[in-house]
């Protein structure tokens, strides 16, 4: 799968589960650890696993296992999943904010993903 796949099959499985403000980051050119960043955030622990449950189930159907996981136990407020070059940050709510990866990463490109959410949805 190319990147662009990989970060349609994220954000769209993001969406499924109503995370919260869905963004893509561009930062390969700010930073080895990868080359994108998906940042969402659930309203409750329990929203913030599903969310990364759903990726995790929805990137495995492709054949895409991540690299590595953290934070998946119980009362996680941050879970991350390493699929090498797209990193993806899923919060609960009052962690991201006191985090503000965005802010942090504010040189980033943000990514248009409009058209990857439901009408509805897209911010």
Not at 18 to 32: G, S
Not at 60 to 70: L, T, Y
């Amino acid at each position: 799968m190319t990147q662009q796949e990989v970060l349609e099959v994220i954000v769209k499985a993001l969406d499924s589960k109503r995370a919260e403000k869905i963004k893509v980051l561009r930062v390969r050119d700010l930073t080895i650890l990868g080359d994108f960043f998906v940042i969402a955030n659930g309203t409750s622990t329990t929203h913030t696993r599903t969310l990364a449950d759903e990726v995790e189930y929805q990137m495995s159907q492709k054949g895409i296992e991540p690299m590595h996981r953290e934070g998946r136990g119980n009362g996680s407020n941050w879970v991350v999943l390493d699929y090498a070059d797209v990193i993806v940050h899923i919060f609960y709510k009052e962690t991201r904010e006191f985090y503000q990866l965005e802010r942090l990463w504010a040189d980033a490109e943000e990514i248009d993903i409009s058209a990857w959410l439901k009408p509805n949805r897209a911010e």
